[in-house]
């Protein structure tokens, strides 16, 4: 297969210049990626006003020369990237949460990434494993590390899928992203990122099929955000619990404290036969996946609560509460900044329960 390759410029960095893959150039051969070129390149520039054409035009090459994720597979038909073990930053290009794919009669993408240029490597991985249409992007909550690759997928056709909640509160935060992100990792390394719009919220349980192949998609209450959805293979039991379950990274808190821990008290039945957390390895047992956060959790609502209790304001409770957490910061990377912010929201919900 051959890809269609735009050279594309910052409009207000001329000289912040990007390859963006453009999965409508998609072609079983040169000669027809190349006779769409112009014309997919210039409709695509049409929809990112902020881009202009660079000196290197468009290209069409193979999918061995893109630049992919690097992928293993899991379990059979099951693929996943996992991200940078940190927080956003130039070194790793905004790719820290993991992502993954699933081949059925079609395929199902789980996660698109931080930035379009993560989507486009995401695509290419999939490009390199198999040649079966993208029928479904599922985003399992709305932080931008997750969703921000999601156009790619659009693009190449795929329905996005995510819950009910999360165009809202993306909405509620896309102006501050646009901002930040490029910020915190390179205009470059985010040129041309668009968040994309859901086409298929999903508001209870239910089952995508890829052919003779399913995907058991469950929205969960306010815990870590107020948009999480978890995707379960059922043919292999994999479980995809997006950041209802980190490892290794510090959690960080954007909904309810005590939402995500009861969720993490119930554990699913069946049990699944894997676990993939949004940030970190997998795990073959429940408790070895969720022990951890659990732990770390429980530490933060008992601080927290013991703060209120002593009639800290939120200045001086957040301070005490991270000091409390000290001796539960062994195995979280970004411990300090993160069970800050995490400290805040967690005294907010308490202080009136």
Same mark, same amino acid.
């Given at each position: 297969?051959?890809?269609?390759?735009?050279?594309?410029?910052?409009?207000?960095?001329?000289?912040?210049?990007?390859? #963006?893959?453009?999965?409508?150039?998609?072609?079983? =051969?040169?000669?027809?990626?190349?006779?769409?070129?112009?014309?997919?390149?210039?409709?695509?520039?049409?929809?990112?006003?902020?881009?202009?054409?660079?000196?290197?035009?468009? #290209?069409?090459?193979?999918?061995?020369?893109?630049?992919?994720?690097?992928?293993?597979?899991?379990? =059979?038909?099951?693929?996943?990237?996992? &991200?940078?073990?940190?927080?956003?930053?130039?070194?790793?290009?905004?790719?820290?949460?993991?992502? &993954?794919?699933?081949?059925?009669?079609?395929?199902?993408?789980?996660?698109?990434?931080?930035?379009?240029?993560?989507?486009?490597?995401?695509?290419?991985?999939?490009?390199?494993?198999?040649?079966?249409?993208?029928?479904?992007?599922?985003?399992?909550?709305?932080?931008?590390?997750?969703?921000?690759?999601?156009?790619?997928?659009?693009?190449?056709?795929?329905?996005?899928?995510?819950?009910?909640?999360?165009?809202?509160?993306?909405?509620?935060?896309?102006?501050?992203?646009?901002?930040?992100?490029?910020?915190?990792?390179?205009?470059?390394?985010?040129?041309?990122?668009?968040?994309?719009?859901?086409?298929?919220?999903?508001?209870?349980?239910?089952?995508?099929?890829?052919? &003779? #192949?399913?995907? #058991?998609?469950?929205?969960?209450?306010?815990?870590?955000?107020?948009?999480?959805?978890?995707?379960?293979?059922?043919?292999?039991?994999?479980?995809?619990?997006?950041?209802?379950?980190?490892?290794?990274?510090?959690?960080?808190?954007?909904?309810?404290?005590?939402?995500?821990?009861?969720?993490?008290?119930?554990?699913?039945?069946?049990?699944?036969?894997?676990?993939?957390?949004?940030?970190?390895?997998?795990?073959?047992?429940?408790?070895?996946?969720?022990?951890?956060?659990?732990?770390?959790?429980?530490?933060?609502?008992?601080?927290?609560?013991?703060?209120?209790?002593?009639?800290?304001?939120?200045?001086?409770?957040?301070?005490?509460?991270?000091?409390?957490?000290?001796?539960?910061?062994?195995?979280?990377?970004?411990?300090?900044?993160?069970?800050?912010?995490?400290?805040?929201?967690?005294?907010?919900?308490?202080?009136?329960?």
């Amino acid at each position: 297969m051959f890809h269609l390759i735009l050279s594309a410029c910052l409009a207000a960095q001329p000289g912040v210049c990007e390859g #963006r893959l453009l999965p409508a150039g998609d072609a079983p =051969a040169r000669e027809a990626c190349e006779a769409g070129a112009a014309a997919i390149a210039r409709d695509w520039l049409a929809r990112h006003p902020d881009l202009t054409p660079g000196e290197g035009g468009t #290209r069409c090459v193979e999918t061995a020369e893109l630049p992919a994720l690097s992928m293993q597979e899991i379990a =059979a038909g099951v693929h996943l990237h996992q &991200g940078a073990m940190d927080q956003l930053s130039p070194q790793n290009r905004g790719r820290i949460a993991n992502s &993954g794919f699933i081949v059925g009669d079609t395929v199902a993408v789980i996660d698109s990434g931080g930035s379009r240029a993560e989507g486009e490597a995401l695509y290419a991985a999939i490009r390199q494993v198999t040649d079966l249409p993208v029928s479904h992007l599922i985003l399992t909550h709305m932080h931008p590390d997750h969703i921000l690759g999601a156009e790619v997928f659009a693009e190449a056709g795929a329905t996005v899928v995510a819950d009910a909640r999360l165009p809202q509160a993306v909405a509620l935060r896309a102006e501050a992203w646009v901002i930040s992100v490029p910020r915190q990792i390179g205009a470059g390394n985010f040129a041309g990122t668009r968040i994309a719009a859901v086409d298929h919220p999903v508001t209870a349980p239910e089952t995508i099929s890829l052919g &003779g #192949r399913d995907l #058991r998609l469950v929205p969960v209450p306010p815990a870590h955000t107020d948009s999480d959805l978890t995707v379960l293979d059922q043919d292999s039991g994999t479980l995809f619990a997006g950041d209802l379950v980190f490892l290794g990274l510090t959690p960080s808190l954007d909904g309810s404290l005590a939402g995500w821990l009861g969720w993490l008290d119930t554990p699913p039945d069946p049990a699944p036969a894997r676990i993939v957390p949004g940030h970190g390895p997998v795990t073959e047992l429940w408790e070895d996946a969720t022990a951890p956060e659990r732990q770390y959790l429980t530490a933060l609502r008992d601080a927290a609560r013991q703060a209120i209790g002593r009639g800290l304001a939120l200045s001086a409770a957040i301070p005490a509460i991270v000091q409390a957490m000290r001796p539960f910061s062994e195995g979280w990377a970004d411990f300090q900044a993160v069970t800050a912010r995490n400290a805040a929201t967690a005294f907010a919900e308490l202080e009136w329960e």
